[in-house]
């Protein structure tokens, strides 16, 4: 095994981010040097805890954590409110108290729901997440956004809970479906954009660079922007980059277009706005990119349809919008503006 990278997050806890190549057995041990003996609430799906739920299982037990286990259905239609109270229930029949822990192990929808749940504990435990897919490795699993979904929206039920450790093994993406995988890269690429150029020439070509140093970079990224705007009042806002139309492509294709693939086409979206909205224009180097990715780049919707949906997001502040730009590959801005004038441009754009 090659050695564990650790990168250092401080905002309202400090918590280690470790990154291995094959380290999953070595996650009791990182445990135990952080934290005392104590019940460790693993919360996980049916798909990802056949895969790793004993090595994990094993590992904590060994040194010295008692383990209780809730498996949930794999899938966004998961998480919900009903499924984060029965893992309550199952933790006051296990009789996990406050000095004791929730772990995720999993991806972003058993990251959410473990965080929320541990948030809402008995006023809030601590918890761990293993992430297991690339997106929850470079974005969910770091920053403490927790949340579940309900019948009004996604994510629109939840609470801002620090991690108290992510422990991540990278070869566990190997037995991603390649599809998951590739959402995934969605958000690499939108780092690269937002805010390292290098980082976006390093994954401009898939396959030709190391992972583990990729997602380190991402999770960098990711720290530094927290670490500054931890509760999402201001600069945290950067990450929403191609998500304003992303997700209107998402809740538009009933969600049967994926989160990563409506964010790909949402970043070509900003990149032709930018470019009517007087930015240099990065559209074909971006798209080529995402092309290059195997993701579809039309917008099987109108600017009309799209922008009857930004107004209904819950990110939208009075009347005005927050568009983030690509000014240059790696210098994205937040661009305030009239919500019409996001109609505006993307007819402009040509949507
Ligand atoms: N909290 C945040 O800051 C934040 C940020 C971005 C996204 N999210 C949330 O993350 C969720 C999406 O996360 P996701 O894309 O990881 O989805 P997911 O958790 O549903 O995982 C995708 C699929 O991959 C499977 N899987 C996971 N790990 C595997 C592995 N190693 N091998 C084989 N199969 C595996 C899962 O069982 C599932 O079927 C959304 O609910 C989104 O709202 C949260």
């Known amino acids: 095994m090659e050695s564990t990278a650790k990168i250092t ?13 094959g380290g999953l057995s070595g996650l009791g041990k990182a445990a135990a040097e952080r934290f005392k003996p104590c019940t460790v609430a ?19 037990q060994s040194a010295g954590f008692r383990i209780v286990t809730h498996v949930i259905a794999n899938g966004e239609q998961s998480k919900t409110l009903d499924n984060v ?3 309550i229930d199952s933790m006051v029949k296990a009789q996990v108290t406050r000095t004791d822990m929730v772990l ?10 473990a ?9 809030g435990i601590p918890y761990i997440q293993v992430p297991t897919t690339l997106l ?27 991690p108290a450790l992510v422990f991540l093994d990278t070869e566990t993406l190997n037995t991603l479906d390649p599809s998951v995988m590739r959402d995934g890269f969605a958000e ?4 690269g954009i937002i ?29 530094d922007v927290v670490e500054q705007d931890e509760f999402d009042k201001g600069m945290r806002g950067l990450l929403n980059f191609g998500h304003t139309f992303g997700h209107a492509i998402e809740k538009l294709s009933g969600f049967s277009i994926t989160h990563g693939s409506a964010v790909a086409r949402g970043m070509i979206i900003a990149a032709k706005v930018a470019r009517v909205y007087g930015f240099t224009d990065y559209t074909d180097v971006i798209t080529k990119v995402i092309k290059d990715y195997g993701f579809e780049t039309g917008c099987p919707y109108s600017a009309d349809e799209l922008y009857s949906v930004i107004l209904s997001d819950k990110k939208r502040s009075g009347a005005d919008i927050t568009l983030v730009l690509p000014k240059e590959i790696g210098a994205s801005t937040p661009e305030k503006m009239p919500a019409l004038q996001v109609l505006e441009l993307m007819k402009k754009a040509g949507l």
């Open 9 to 21: 997050v401080h905002a309202s806890g400090t918590y280690d981010i470790l990154i291995s190549k």
């Open 195 to 223: 805010l390292d150029s290098k980082l976006f020439q390093a994954v401009a070509k898939p396959g030709s660079f190391d992972i583990k140093e990729v997602i380190a970079r991402c999770i960098e990224i990711k720290r």
């Open 104 to 113: 995720a192990l999993g991806g972003g929808v058993v990251g959410d729901m």
């Open 188 to 191: 690499v690429i939108k780092y």
């Open 136 to 162: 929850a490795a470079v974005d969910s699993s770091v920053g403490g956004k927790t949340a579940v979904d309900i019948s009004a929206g996604k994510n629109l039920v939840g609470a801002f809970h620090q």
């Open 42 to 60: 693993i919360l996980s799906d049916d798909k990802v805890f056949p895969l790793y739920g004993k090595t994990v299982t094993d590992s904590l």
């Open 85 to 87: 109270t029965a893992f």
């Open 115 to 123: 965080g929320f749940a541990a948030a809402i504990y008995l006023r």
